[in-house]
């Protein structure tokens, strides 16, 4: 201990007992739950398409399947950019194999998510949500990067989990479009009209806690096993 506390000082860097608070841990994992359901979901759907059917949910799997292609090469690396999340963010377990592998993973995910706004359900309003905050994600992706390389571990981690944070919107959405959903009959409302509300909502609730966490924690995060900090 006495050995790590005196590098941290040589490199001006203080040490902090910090962990993630209980509400961003128990979010994390239910995103984390949702995002693989979702993907697991769409490919049975995707290899077993449903015969026909009037219900908004065959309609969606409909559109879909029409680029069944393009949505695979989205969600396959989505699922596998979101399982590795934990061993990039861990203060426990963090891998370096992870983190090799997080930013191509998320480059392939940004930009095929840009490809897909193409077929938005929710038309305009969902795909200038995607724009706006995949393009977010992609910046904090590069930003993430540029500091790794520069070997700031600090920053890195602050736009790591930045980009993790906005990518995990995707499964905040799900419970937002759930709500649609059980309401429509008093709304009346389509998918094609809440859809980019829900995308919006979902999107933003994940980007706004993250950076208010963020914030609220200044330099002092969790990197490599304990919370360094560029102020004593």
Known sequence: MGRMDS????QGHG?????????LKVGFWICVVIAVAVVLRRVVALAHPSQGGASPTAALDGVFASHAGLTLAHILPAVA?????PFVVSRRFG???????FYPLGAVVGLTAYAMSVYSVGGWVER??????????LYSLARAYGFMRRGEAVEKMRWMLRAVGILLGIATTRPVM??????????HLQP???????FWIGFSINTIAIELWLRSRGDRLPVGGVAVGSRP
Do not use: C, D, H
């Not at 590098?7 to 040589?10: D, F, L, P």
């Not at 094609?192 to 829900?198: E, K």
């Open 7 to 10: 590098s941290a000082k040589m």
């Open 15 to 23: 040490t902090y007992p910090g962990t993630y608070p209980g509400w």
């Open 81 to 85: 950019f979101v399982l590795l999340t």
């Open 95 to 101: 891998a370096a194999w992870a983190e090799r592998l």
């Open 128 to 137: 200038s949500a995607v724009l706006f905050f995949n393009s977010l994600f």
């Open 178 to 187: 759930g709500v649609f959903f059980a309401t429509s009959r008093l709304t």
């Open 192 to 198: 094609s009209q809440f859809f980019g509300i829900a």
